[in-house]
């Protein structure tokens, strides 16, 4: 009997091993992305999004990834469901869990697609980020085969994709989570990826964010004509998740400049935040990190 326990608890911990990574999921005709994945480790893009259009023309990626790796297991997975040539990729934003597996796809032809100021990010810091990658929690044979792959189109205000039969919208209000995140509308389908402008049930990464701009840019999609939102982290969501977005940075902002001005440390201030912050459930931990990064002088 105790043998038997024993074995289920083997057999549920490998089934849960196998279905940690995501599955693509159809969220309306010709859109798919990985949503609400649970294993937020660095290896597996910290549990971020990504998705596809597919026109007649061919598809449209729309984030690709933490490294070669990942980018080539959502390549496998899009091969599931379209055989299209993939002709574009999206960066929402160039932080490393969206834009590392970038490579993947140029080396299939693609062209990537990124705001001016992401692209700018990007040729900065990323081949710095790849060369420290420990700093990020993963390991250098987690990065086998990466490449930085700049965006070879950028633009500032907006760009219209016409996939044949779908036409996706690239949109930048303002700055936001970083200084050129952009959303991924397709209007026919009430739909868009935003990117890290949203985290749902997910705490936000904050240390490039410009809160004044990401604010605006929150106001801007709930005033849009959209009823699924696939955001950066977290499960597909919809216009209240952009208010309890709006209003977690409100009060994360008001509530760390209060706590800092008393001087107190950073673990003290993270401690405190996290009994006042709405409950989310995952990723804790970077509550820490957005104290140390933006409210603590050095
Ligand atoms: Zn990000």
Redesign the pocket.
Known sequence: MKRMFMLSVVAVTLLFTQTAFAELTKIADNVYSYVGGKDAAPANSFAANAGIVIGRDGVLVVDTLISAKEGKRFLDDIRKVTNKQIKYVVNT?T?L??ALGNCVFTRIGAAVISHTADRKLMERVGADTLKNIGNYGLKPEEMTGTEIALPSLYFSDRLTIDLGDETVELIRVAPS??EGSVIVSVPAKKLLFSG?ILFTDFHP?LADGNFSGWVKTLDELMAMDVEKIIP?HGPLSGKKDLMAMKEYLELFDTKARELAAKEMDADAIAAELKQILPKRSMADWMIGYNVKSRYLSK
């Open positions: 934003h932080h869990d969206h989570h970083t890290d990464f950066g």
